[in-house]
């Protein structure tokens, strides 16, 4: 069969386009993401970053199909590109019966999610539910599952996995669980990976192995990565790739370098600007005033206005909300002000 993919398909695995995801509450429908656009990379980690409550959950559960009522995609398209098929699959046309839809979850596409305690049964031992995700999506026997199984808890770092297989999960620590949680979304050999804030519910050492393993597993098996923070200071470890979300937008796109040495959008300023510097031994961190607004209450033009240094009356509160601009190649921001966003960043930088 002759391949129809060009080159940039050939490098994307995942293609999100113009996604809307909607909720029907008692005071309407509401718009939880916006028009959300954006390609994941074949063996590389997108961060998809923002402050609770901008979209990026809903989002990563889009992708698996996994909104539920009052919730619906309402239009969009997300294209995976398996590795040996022509065409893409849109996962928004399938059926939530479709045979397809089963093999992508799991198979294809593989969750780590925030709280391990929920993600995991309370009443199944770690071993049960790892031997249920490779039973469900390889043939193989009972004991080869519980093989994998074993030979998995041993890849994430868990000592002992031939005890620890038979355990519950209250039997374990929070890291570990972590880890089990992990081992369950890499058991199938998953091509893309969504970490949706794996590491938030635990300490700063944790955080860190887990980070440390996520990236270690992600080279070895060439997957994919979307992973979902509000921590900057994670994405600089992790990600190869960046998109900034605002009120269910993405507010800015591009190379994790472009992004954080040269933020062309203020929100994507304002959260670098509050993280906690080395060489800062005193007073108040910088922060973004205000809070991210309900999404019953979305101001009009650009969504980030009423919190923005930079927003002109007249301008930034009228009219749509701002499309992306090119900035440089791969680089990209929604905002009225880039050029005098981009002149103010090279006077500090002259400054210094």
Partial sequence: MK??????????ILSIKDLHVTFTSEEGVVGAVNGVSFDLKRNRVLAIVGESGCGKSVTAYSILKLIRSPGRIARGTINLFPDSADEPVDIVSLNDKDDRLYQIRGGDISMIFQ??????????????????AILLHQDVSVDEARAQAISMLGKVGIAGPERRIDQYPHELSGGMRQRVVIAMALVCNPRILIADEPTTALDVTIQAQILS?????????????????????????????????YLGRIVEKGTVRQVLKSPAHPYTS??????????????RLPAIEGSVPALTAIPSGCPFH????????????????????????EHSAACLRLDFIAQLNKEKEAAK
């Fill in 213 to 245: 393993l996520i990236k270690e597993l992600q080279k070895e098996r060439g997957a994919s990565v979307i992973f979902i923070t509000h921590d900057l200071g994670v994405v600089a470890q992790i990600a190869d790739d960046v998109a900034v979300m």
């Fill in 270 to 283: 304002g959260l670098l600007q509050s993280l906690p510097g080395v060489t800062q031994t005193k007073g």
């Fill in 3 to 12: 391949n129809n993919l060009n080159e940039k398909e050939k490098n994307t």
């Fill in 115 to 132: 709280e391990p305690m929920s993600a995991l049964s309370p009443v199944h031992t770690v071993g049960n539910q790892i031997c249920e």
């Fill in 306 to 329: 009423p919190r923005c240094p930079y927003s002109i009356k007249g301008l930034c509160d009228a009219g749509e909300p701002p499309k992306q601009h090119v900035i440089g190649d």
